[in-house]
Structure formats: C-alpha cells, structure tokens
Nanobody
C-alpha cells in the first residue's frame, strides 16, 4: 500500500519559515520524481515545486522561486519543502505527489498539511 504522509504545517507569521516533510512508503522512492502542490480555499490546486528522482534537478513555480527550496533524502524516502519569507498568500493545504520517472502522471498523492500565514 502506497502512502505519502506530509507533516510540518502550522501557523506562522508573515516573514517566517516552515519546513514541510513528506514520507513515502510502499514505493521504490528513488524511481519517482516528487512534487509539492498547494490548494487555497476556493482556488484550484497549483504546482509549487518539483525534484527529479536523483535530486539533480529542481523546478519551481514563479511564486515559490527564491523563497522555497525542495530537497529529498532517498535513504529516508522523504522529500522536503523549506519555505522562507512566507506571505499570507502562501496560506493553503500543501500536498506532496509522486510521479514515476517518464510517466508524466502524478500517480500518488498525500492527504496534505495546512499552512497558515498570518499578516
């Protein structure tokens, strides 16, 4: 059974930082690219960041570039999202997802963790 379990969300003041984690089980983690997405109330889910299976390449939404850093530890089957200089507009449920190399489909999703940034 595949599980992606996020943690690290919470309430933070604007300008603060949070580090999200996503622990994967039931998959060969090193075969998957990993991504972070977010969904704010009343809005569609949007891409935040992506990291390739080896960690060699990363990609960011414009809104995350320069403030967020995605990383992974394949020995721990975990992907991280370090979020700095948080803004109220970053408030959302953040979810991680897994895409098998070459598949172009996000096959597995976590339940999400709430991030709330107060002004």
């Amino acid at each position: 059974q595949v599980q992606l379990v996020e943690s690290g969300g919470g309430l933070v003041q604007a300008g603060g930082s949070l580090r999200l984690s996503c622990a994967a089980s039931g998959i060969t983690f090193s075969l998957y690219d990993m991504g972070w997405f977010r969904q704010a109330p009343g809005r569609e889910r949007e891409f935040v960041a992506r990291i390739t299976w080896s960690g060699a390449s990363t990609y960011y939404a414009d809104s995350a570039q320069g403030r967020f850093t995605i990383s992974r530890d394949n020995a721990k089957n975990t992907v991280y999202l370090q979020m700095n200089k948080l803004k109220p507009e970053d408030t959302a449920v953040y979810s991680c997802a897994a895409e098998l190399r070459g598949s172009s489909t996000w096959a597995y999703w976590g339940q999400g963790t709430q991030v709330t940034v107060s002004s």
